[in-house]
């Protein structure tokens, strides 16, 4: 009776029974696959170079937003504005190259970042500079405050990262504690989303619609040959928004608009092309010598070791997207010595922000899928060039913010769910990976949303005392989501029950075994090594 009912029940109209085969789990990748050109293999020359613009067009938004924040606060103006976005162009275009071809060698844009603004905040608003009157004086002396703060806190990278600190700890880091890390690198930075859209969301949502529009529905009504619309799709939706943001700005639309809505929405409101000089090369030391303050050192180290944590989270993205073996402890040590390196030369040069790897650009990655070395090595060519032929860049950094916040959403996004991704390697039937996960990131949200919350309020964060570098330090390590969620996973990761063997499958410890060393892997040699043989004289362990 039981076998008749079965068998009426597939023959009345129901679904048949599955196969077999089909109720096999998707196979677990050490490399993501359908990836159009992974680190080593370049697409022909026109198709980089375009791919390149497109990676320096992305990286323009923090370039422009954290100098148009930071200046006006330290007495500069739209002449000063201009000078310090083509120094963070001109020094990110060459951090970008040096990682490529001698830190992690991974397709990674080494951009500025919001971890180092609230230290900078710090030092505008210390005692020191409160009597100087004239704007200009005032702009140049909190210049060299910073920079005399990020040279001190590079060393915090450099020594870490060379010295193979940071090789011994991320030894210790298994996917499951990968995953709060990585996806918050990419999901923690939310407020840079829709918040941004929104303060011109004429211009923002239809950037969104359009970007989504042709990258992921246009290739698939049309079978083009070749994937155009998909791979520059932020070319094309970036061109298409602009121009309508021109021609809302020529027609009037924004005449009788209250200032802060012209600000973001209007095209000719940035200031920069108008400032910017013809041809300038920016140089070390061109504001003055650098002046030191133990205090604003500290909290400046406190941001480097945050940006580290960070920038470790966003490494592991930009190896997966570029389709390649997950990256040896050794490596990423190597790449943070010189993320180390880029940040002296943000000290040298007077950048006012610190580096750290482009979370946006590692989005990018994604959806192009291209992970090409190149392209990026490319895209550094674009930064320097641009920033040396500084009307013409101008231009380009002239770009409406809410257009970037529409990227962002698609961008932050990807690097989130290539962290969730790694959940493929775990046991999520486990209650301690249940545990680990949930609590990491519902801390890694949490924590930082309480010390936000209490600084809009109270207008210094929950740690209030006399010793002001000290609160900096407490602010700035717990407002960043990828460092709480990354700190409380590797913690509870490492301390529950870590020797039962079965514990160590369930946190897909044992998948990464072979990538632990730099040579118990093949394909590390092929993505990894040194350049011009440099691996005789700087060998990966």
Same mark, same amino acid.
């Given at each position: 009776?039981? %076998? ?38 370049? #697409? ?7 791919? %390149? ?74 005692? $020191? ?7 200009? /004086? ?86 083009a040959e070749k994937p155009v619309f998909d791979r520059f799709a932020v070319i094309f939706s ?15 639309? *924004?005449?009788?608009? #209250?200032p802060k809505t012209q600000s973001h929405c209007r095209t000719d409101r940035s200031g920069l ?46 190896? $997966? *997207? ?46 192009? $899928? ?29 770009? #409406? ?16 769910? +290539? ?6 390697? +775990? ?20 924590? #930082? ?57 369930? /946190? ?14 093949? $394909?590390?040699?092929?993505? *990894? ?13």
């Open positions: 009776m039981a %076998g008749r009912g079965g068998g009426g029940g597939g023959g009345g109209g129901a679904a048949p029974a599955p196969k077999a085969d089909e109720l096999v789990p998707h196979a677990v990748k050490d490399q993501l696959p359908n990836v159009s050109y992974c680190i080593t293999s370049p #697409p022909p020359w026109p198709e980089a170079i375009l791919l %390149g613009f497109q990676h320096y067009l992305v990286m323009l938004g923090t370039t422009v937003i954290i100098p148009t924040a930071l200046v006006p606060q330290m007495g500069g103006g739209n002449d000063e504005k201009a000078r310090v976005v083509q120094t963070l162009l001109f020094v990110a275009g060459i951090n970008t190259l040096l990682q490529s071809f001698f830190g992690t060698r991974l397709p990674a844009v080494i951009g500025g970042s919001y971890t180092f603004v609230a230290p900078t905040i710090s030092i505008i608003l210390a005692g $020191r500079y409160s009597d100087i009157v004239e704007p200009h /004086r005032k702009f140049l002396r909190i210049m060299r405050g910073t920079q005399g703060a990020l040279i001190v806190a590079s060393t915090l990278q450099i020594i870490i990262g060379f010295s193979g600190l940071w090789r011994n700890v991320t030894r210790f880091l298994s996917p499951l504690s990968a995953v709060p890390l990585v996806a918050l690198a990419g999901f923690g930075l939310y407020e840079l989303g829709f918040p941004a859209v929104g303060k011109c969301v004429e211009i923002g949502l239809p950037t969104i619609i359009i970007l989504i529009v042709i990258s992921q529905y246009i290739p698939h009504a049309i079978h970036v061109a298409i928004v602009w121009l309508y943001a021109y021609f809302l700005t020529v027609g009037g639309a *924004y005449k009788h608009a #209250p092309v108008s400032a910017a000089p013809w041809i300038r090369v920016p140089y070390p030391f061109q504001w003055g010598a650098p002046s030191f303050d133990a205090g604003e050192a500290f909290a400046m180290m406190a941001a480097a070791f945050v940006g580290l944590v960070e920038s470790t989270g966003t490494f592991i993205a930009v190896s $997966r *997207y570029a389709s390649a073996t997950p990256i040896p402890p050794s490596v990423l040590s190597r790449g943070i010595g010189w993320q180390g390196i880029g940040i002296l030369l943000d000290g040298l040069f007077g950048t006012a922000s610190g580096s750290t790897v482009s979370v946006e650009n590692a989005g990018l990655l994604a959806l192009t $899928r291209v992970g090409s070395r190149r392209v990026v090595q490319i895209s550094a060519g674009f930064m320097i060039f641009f920033s040396i032929l500084g009307k013409f860049g101008a231009v380009f950094a002239s770009i #409406p913010a809410p257009i970037f916040a529409a990227l962002y959403c698609l961008f932050f996004a990807y690097v989130g769910s +290539c962290g969730l991704s790694f959940l493929q390697f +775990c046991n999520l039937n486990s209650f301690r990976t249940k545990f680990i996960l949930g609590f990491s990131v519902f801390m890694g949200l949490s924590v #930082p949303q309480y010390f936000k919350e209490y600084t809009a309020v109270a207008g210094y964060g929950p740690a209030h005392t006399s010793a002001r570098w000290f609160n900096d330090i407490i602010d700035v390590i717990f407002s960043s989501e990828p460092f709480v969620a990354g700190l409380v996973a590797f913690f509870l990761d490492n301390t529950l029950h870590r020797h039962n063997s079965a514990v160590r499958k369930d /946190r897909g410890y044992h998948w990464w075994d072979k990538f632990r060393s730099f040579k118990t892997d093949v $394909r590390s040699e092929e993505f *990894y090594s040194l350049p011009f043989n440099l691996n005789k004289f700087f060998p990966s362990v």
